[in-house]
């Protein structure tokens, strides 16, 4: 049982590439969620999937888009990267929604 | 914005002693709350969930809640090194999504 997956561990950027990281889950949870991380600066919520076919803004969403490829799929989009887009991105997912998440181990992304 | 709020530490207690970790939050109408342990560069992981006032024990974990005092805590008994982490609160808000505070890092000295 992986849990939650996220790939990749580890990517560095130029400023204006772009990438999509991606998520999947086994639990057959219905919710999942993608946060950064920054230091000083907590988990905060980047966009998140309630259910399979919906989407909505978290906290921080300008830079990123999303797709709920299928119950188990959530991949986050970075169109244009940005240095201040350099964080640790963690992707979640749960049963009910804002309960009791599970995280995957996380991507540190690094933009030059 | 709603907030959570926690005490950046570093806490620092020897091994054995109780480690008593606290948060406030400003959503009134919050009904769900949780603490997550996250070791230096890995995931958080959730430790403990409640939801009625009072208190919840899970092993050496006991998370208290005072819905009147907007304040939950976490006391950890008979610490030991391997609890040394930073400890997230994380309260579901009446809007329906999930805030974090920003942690509290605890140091167990052995």
């Known amino acids: 049982n992986a849990g939650v997956t996220q790939t990749p561990k580890f990517q560095v950027l130029k400023t204006g590439q772009s990438m999509t990281l991606q998520c999947a889950q086994d639990?057959?949870?219905?919710?999942m969620y993608w946060y950064r991380q920054d230091p000083g600066m907590g988990l905060r919520l980047i966009y998140y999937?309630?259910?399979?076919?919906?989407?909505d803004k978290g906290e921080v969403p300008n830079g990123y888009n999303v797709s709920r490829l299928n119950k188990r799929e959530f991949s986050l989009r970075l169109e244009s990267a940005a240095p201040s887009q350099t964080s640790v991105y963690f992707c979640a997912s749960s049963l009910v929604r804002a309960e009791k998440l599970f995280f995957g181990s996380g991507t540190q992304l690094s933009v030059l | 914005q709603k907030e959570v709020e926690q005490n950046s530490g570093p806490l620092s207690v020897p091994e054995g002693a109780i480690a008593s970790l606290n948060c406030t939050y400003s959503d009134r109408g919050s009904q769900s709350f949780f603490w997550y342990r996250q070791y230096s560069g890995k995931s958080p992981e959730l430790i403990m969930s409640i939801y009625s006032n009072g208190d919840k024990e899970d092993g050496r974990f006991t998370a208290q809640l005072n819905k009147a005092s907007q304040y939950v805590s976490l006391l950890i008994r008979d610490s030991q090194p391997s609890d040394s982490a930073t400890y997230l609160c994380?309260?579901?808000?009446?809007?329906?999504?999930?805030?974090f505070g920003k942690g509290t890092k605890l140091s167990v000295k052995p």
């Open positions: 994380a309260v579901k808000s009446s809007q329906g999504n999930l805030i």
């Open positions: 999937s309630a259910s399979e076919g919906t989407t």
């Open positions: 639990m057959n949870h219905n919710s």
